[in-house]
């Protein structure tokens, strides 16, 4: 089993629609991001979550609501959203008491957005 | 401030070294990693240097690490087709709360 399951890896949804991404890791990390990677676009950190809590969260539009329920899962609810949301979701995981900890990620979610 | 720059495209044929480069804004960086993106999958991790080292071998892997002009490069020796993919450049910068910062990614097409 790899160290980051992400599902669905495909999803297509409508405005109108609610759906979750689900990231599971099996690292022993303590540490779980979300990026998204857009075309022609650099990586962009959406959430970050240490030890459970929300560390960070950068200007993300409300329509993304992260949830990590324990330190093995972490899910981006979405809602409403817009077609310039399509891209591939990324998750990963590290270790946040070791700042050397290299982000270890999950295959992605490829969400379209009609 | 934290800015990962990289070129875009690199084309290389089968057999020969890659070098592919990456420069840094940030003077406080910690660590600096490459991680390699295949079609369809996320980013793995190829390797990474501490700061305060110059060199980093691993296999067919050699990274180089110039502090003083803040310049990274990756080198792959015997590029074979597999290795055509994106590669990105990241830095953890201690000041930004330890965050990896990614370059915007290298595309690296490896021709037989």
């Known amino acids: 089993e790899t160290g980051v399951t992400q599902t669905p890896r495909h999803l297509v949804m409508g405005m109108t629609n609610k759906k979750s991404l689900k990231c599971e890791q099996h690292l022993g990390h303590n540490a779980m991001y979300w990026y998204k990677q857009s075309a022609k676009k650099p990586l962009e950190l959406m959430f970050v979550?240490?030890?459970?809590?929300?560390?960070e969260n950068n200007s993300v539009p409300s329509r993304f609501s992260p949830e990590c329920p324990n330190s093995s899962h972490l899910f981006l609810h979405l809602h409403t959203l817009q077609p310039e949301d399509s891209a591939l979701y990324l998750c990963?995981?590290?270790?946040?008491?070791?700042?050397?900890?290299?982000?270890?990620f999950g295959n992605g979610t490829r969400l379209t957005v009609t | 401030g934290e800015d990962v720059e990289q070129s875009l495209f690199l084309s290389v044929r089968e057999g020969d070294s890659s070098v592919i480069n990456c420069t840094y804004t940030?003077?406080?960086?910690?660590?600096l990693y490459w991680y390699k993106q295949e079609p369809g999958a996320g980013l793995q991790l190829l390797t990474y240097i501490f700061s305060n080292m110059d060199m980093k071998q691993d296999q067919r892997l050699t990274v180089l690490l110039n502090k003083k002009d803040k310049h990274l490069s990756l080198r792959i020796a015997d590029t074979q087709t597999g290795d055509s993919a994106i590669y990105f450049c990241a830095e953890r910068v201690k000041a930004a709360g330890n965050k990896l910062t990614f370059g915007g990614g290298t595309r690296v097409l490896v021709k037989p």
């Open positions: 979550y240490s030890l459970e809590e929300r560390v």
């Open positions: 940030d003077s406080s960086s910690t660590y």
């Open positions: 990963a995981s590290s270790q946040a008491n070791r700042y050397n900890s290299p982000l270890h």
